[in-house]
């Protein structure tokens, strides 16, 4: 089993890449997830989770944009100037930041509800 899983996963680096990736992802907010879900509960912890994990892309994405890799660029290679690499960083800092405002507003109507529901 052991030489399967070798033979699979090196066969294929782009598709071990995809999968060690989304192994990790899961493993590190499903953690975070385990951890609020016992304290606070499948709602709440959902909703806390969400929040946290978001504010943190939010402002790692925000750090990538304001200090990129900067420095004397040789003048006989070709590439990217300083905004086109940040294009996909301040896309994912907005789009983060929408998703962090989202789970704002169901944290706030989870606690509405909570509210009316002690009434």
Do not use: C, H
């Not at 989304?22 to 016992?38: D, N, P």
């Not at 912890?45 to 040789?74: D, E, H, K, Q």
């Amino acid at each position: 089993m052991r030489e399967l899983m070798r033979e699979l996963l090196s066969a294929n680096l782009f598709v071990t890449g995809i999968i060690l990736t989304v192994a990790s992802i899961l493993v590190f907010y499903g953690t975070i997830y385990l951890l609020t879900y016992t304290n606070l509960g499948k709602r709440l912890g959902f909703l806390v989770t969400g929040a946290g994990v978001s504010a943190w892309w939010t402002i790692g994405s925000l750090l990538f944009v304001l200090y990129a890799p900067r420095g004397p660029r040789p003048a006989d290679i070709e590439g990217l100037n300083a905004f086109e690499i940040r294009i996909i960083p301040i896309t994912f800092m907005l789009v983060s930041a929408i998703v962090f405002v989202a789970f704002l507003v169901a944290l706030k109507q989870y606690e509405e509800t909570q509210e009316r529901a002690d009434l």
